[in-house]
């Protein structure tokens, strides 16, 4: 399992446009690529939010993130505070591959559709994280509640997650 390590990076200046986009006020100059994760400090937990599109000029970043849609979002999350994955923020690319557990199992909801594959394992401070592919990357809190079955046999994981999760 891997502990994930968020490093701060900047933090949330405005709203940008019309469909809840962010400007954020970069540390430095940091490539950023859509499609990855990035984290927005709450109660001084790090919470993740997908990268739906980015662009990056100097030390200035618009951002719109999955789940952020209206301007009135955008600008509830000002002054946050912007991170990483530390091995992202330090242009190391992801993660290494060690021995992460549920890495390429497959999840299943209870009633039976198909949510993707893990892709990697998070251990942030007392909660885990999946991290799933399949029509979307999801980060879904591993909760032994929300756990119904683990076929070690199929590499399967079934969960019953709460309603409304997988569309955040």
Avoid at 111 to 134: A, C
Avoid at 140 to 150: N, R
Wanted: proline residues 3%; glycine residues 10%.
């Amino acid at each position: 399992m891997t502990s994930l390590k968020a490093k701060e990076c900047g933090h949330v200046s405005a709203a940008h446009g019309v469909k809840g986009g962010l400007k954020v006020l970069l540390e430095q100059h940091i490539d950023l690529q859509k499609g990855t994760w990035c984290f927005l400090e709450f109660q001084k937990k790090p919470v993740p939010f997908f990268m739906e599109e980015c662009s990056v000029s100097d030390d200035v970043a618009i951002l719109k993130l999955r789940g952020v849609e209206t301007p009135e979002q955008a600008t509830a999350l000002r002054g946050k505070t912007f991170m990483l994955e530390e091995n992202l923020a330090q242009s190391k690319g992801l993660l290494s591959d060690q021995d992460l557990g549920y890495v390429g199992f497959e999840v299943f909801l209870i009633e039976g559709q198909l949510v993707g594959e893990v892709t990697n394992v998070y251990d942030n401070s007392g909660q885990t994280l999946l991290e799933v592919k399949g029509k979307e990357m999801y980060l879904i809190p591993f909760h032994e509640d929300w756990l119904e079955e683990v076929d070690l046999g199929r590499k399967r994981l079934t969960l019953e997650v709460p309603e409304g999760l997988l569309s955040l």
